[in-house]
């Protein structure tokens, strides 16, 4: 068994890597150029196993394709440019990189390793975009809802429209040659070494800081957090069983079933921390901000028997106790 994991440095590859260690025989290849994976001693660790291997490759430069070889069973695409900052920053790059890097990661497969089987990270951003646009999105939202881009003027969604073009591309190309995929759809993975620009660290980082007033953006904006042990295992399950093999291929929604305002959020926090601002200062969210999101897990459970294990108290307190021991490495 041989698998590809690009993008393997960042949060979702490094646990997906450690899941895969634990539960499968598998020599894993993990793909990354440091761009926002960042090289520490948790991959250290995972240097010294005889059963993983890194290429620090750009995945941009097509020429540099050739240093992957074939064979791979698996092939897990994450690698992707990602955070609400470069979206405002660098929405040019945002498309690019990630229109780029999925267009050559499809022809190499297509051609050198179509006998695998493709997973594809998309995200719930494809279609959040209907809420704001029409005021109407079933929660909790199925997969078959429309994908949307609310406002192709407010760089906010040029990850969305990467997301959603991604989609078409990873479907066409399997219809078109054959071959086994799947596209997944996290909904806000969360849990230790997401770095620091999420909610969850970013609130976790500013009670370490024990800032008072102590701001909350989007106070009644509600999500749904899916825990990174659930999330990785979900994606394995996904790759390993016959259900995901038949065209067309399946997207599959990954998260939880409950949702939580991110007032709330900030609030269960304060309980783990033990501490709590003198003052709490609500304010508005930023613009393109989604209300709600809560997906719809109904198909996983229905194809793989998936359902997540960690609820939402333990994942909070795990998470804030990685943070609060690891901040000074961030």
Not at 93 to 114: A, D, G, P, S, Y
Not at 115 to 124: A, D, H, I, P
Not at 208 to 233: H, L, M, Q, W
Not at 250 to 260: D, L, Q, S
Request: glycine share 6%.
């Amino acid at each position: 068994m041989k698998t590809l994991i690009t993008g393997g440095a960042g949060f979702i590859g490094y646990h997906l890597t450690n899941y895969l260690l634990k539960n499968t025989k598998a020599d894993l290849v993990l793909i990354d150029n440091f761009t926002r994976g960042k090289w520490d001693a948790a991959l250290d660790a995972l240097r010294t196993n005889p059963r993983v291997t890194f290429i620090e490759l750009d995945l941009t430069d097509q020429d540099s394709y050739s240093k992957l070889g074939s064979g791979y069973n698996h092939v897990y695409h994450l690698a992707a440019i990602n955070g609400t900052k470069n979206f405002y920053e660098i929405p040019h790059e945002v498309l690019r990189i990630n229109m780029q890097t999925l267009e050559f990661m499809l022809e190499w497969f297509r051609k050198n390793n179509n006998k695998g089987k493709f997973l594809f990270t998309s995200s719930n951003e494809a279609y959040a975009g209907a809420l704001e646009a029409f005021n109407q999105l079933p929660i909790p939202t199925p997969e078959n809802v429309p994908l949307v881009i609310s406002d192709t003027y407010n760089p906010r969604w040029t990850y969305a429209a990467s997301k959603l073009i991604g989609e078409l591309f990873v479907i066409n190309y399997a219809a078109q040659y054959k071959f086994k995929a799947v596209i997944v759809r996290p909904h806000n993975f969360y849990g230790p070494r997401a770095g620091k620009d999420h909610v969850i660290p970013e609130f976790s980082l500013r009670i370490k800081r024990r800032e008072d007033p102590f701001i909350i953006s989007g106070a009644d904006n509600t999500r749904s957090f899916c825990y990174i042990d659930d999330a990785v295992r979900a994606m394995a399950e996904l790759m390993k069983s016959k259900t995901t093999n038949n065209l067309p291929i399946e997207t599959v929604h990954i998260g939880a079933r409950e949702e939580i305002s991110m007032e709330n959020l900030a609030k269960k926090l304060f309980v783990i921390s033990g501490w709590k601002p003198k003052k709490i200062v609500i304010k508005q969210a930023p613009e393109g901000s989604v209300l709600r999101r809560l997906p719809d897990i109904s198909k996983i459970e229905k194809l793989i028997g998936w359902k997540p294990e960690i609820d939402l108290d333990d994942g909070l307190k795990r998470t804030y106790k990685w943070y609060i021991s690891n901040y000074k490495l961030l």
